[in-house]
């Protein structure tokens, strides 16, 4: 897979929730922090404001799409003046619904929005969604996102009105809505955020292409020489730009990936650990389990049981 597909599969865990909810002035809500979770927001109908914990009020409207990466709280309300409740609802109550629709606030007019939380595992966290702000906020643009608004639309479409199949269809449509908004953030115009980290390693060409490479074949040997050629750089050039711009030494890197691989095949297949040593490139079964130990702290028979206990995004609502 590309390196985005590769990140989301990796980091991703259980099935994604949403619920659809209709709030009427006068309303204000708090979203509780999460940990291990990313969240959304997005604006289906009508306007309201966010409510950071640490920033001014940020005016929103129809189309605009904000993201929580790293699950931290914040408030949502029709007005920056409006008292903001807690949460309304015990958050366990929601746990077996993967959508809902709910109808809360007062009797002015309504402000329709499309929420949601992806469960991930922090066992496995990567440096790509690490280095993302606390908030991505994309507006809605005439001509821009195109692909992320026919998702929302759908999503929203199908969370108020499920049909047959809708189990299937929201969660592949909630998967598209976070690949969509992450590439959106990705290709946003240079001028219009800060660029660091993995989004300097993406847009450049030569390291693009290493990680495209490693991301495809973790299994093959790759050694610093091959990548660099990979990149269109000497051995040496291609070691200094990938460091200062992924953060790890290449090979570094690619360990590192190659266990994330074998832990995800751990949790979520029946293979034997010698079939899953020789799929992220261990020659045996000793050595990758050795690796493993020393990454993750366990034997990989034990991850496999036992795993990492996860906190989810919990959607808070009261349902109509």
């Not at 006068?26 to 979203?31: E, I, K, T, V, Y």
Request: charged letters at 20%.
């Amino acid at each position: 897979m590309d390196v985005l597909s590769d990140v989301i599969a990796i980091m991703r865990t259980g099935r994604p929730r949403s619920a659809r909810v209709e709030w009427h002035a006068p309303w204000g809500q708090r979203f509780p922090s999460v940990p291990g979770s990313a969240g959304f927001q997005v604006i289906l109908q009508g306007s309201c404001w966010l409510l950071p914990p640490d920033g001014p009020p940020v005016a929103l409207a129809v189309g605009d799409v904000l993201f929580f990466p790293h699950g931290h709280g914040y408030a949502m309300a029709d007005h920056p003046s409006t008292p903001v409740d807690e949460p309304r609802c015990d958050p366990a109550a929601e746990a077996g619904d993967l959508y809902a629709s709910a109808s809360v606030g007062g009797p002015g007019a309504p402000t329709v929005t499309l929420c949601g939380g992806y469960e991930l595992d922090p066992a496995r966290a990567h440096p790509l969604l690490r280095d993302l702000p606390d908030l991505i906020h994309l507006p809605a643009r005439l001509g821009l996102h195109p692909e992320l608004r026919a998702a929302v639309e759908l999503l929203g479409a199908e969370v108020h009105r499920p049909r047959l199949g809708a189990d299937t269809v929201v969660s592949s449509l909630l998967d598209m809505l976070l690949l969509y908004t992450l590439r959106a953030w990705f290709d946003a115009p240079r001028e219009h955020c800060t660029v660091s980290g993995w989004a300097r390693a993406l847009a450049d060409p030569g390291i693009s292409a290493a990680l495209d490479a490693v991301h495809r074949d973790p299994a093959h040997p790759w050694t610093v020489a091959e990548l660099g050629t990979r990149a269109g750089l000497s051995r040496a050039a291609f070691a200094r730009r990938f460091t200062a711009l992924v953060g790890q030494p290449p090979l570094t890197y690619l360990t590192w990936w190659r266990l994330a691989g074998g832990a995800r095949l751990l949790r979520e297949t029946d293979a034997p650990l010698s079939e899953i040593a020789a799929r992220v490139g261990y020659g045996s079964e000793f050595a990758f389990a050795n690796a493993f130990k020393r990454e993750y702290g366990m034997a990989p028979g034990r991850y496999r049981r036992e795993g990492c206990p996860v906190a989810f995004p919990q959607v808070n609502i009261v349902k109509t």
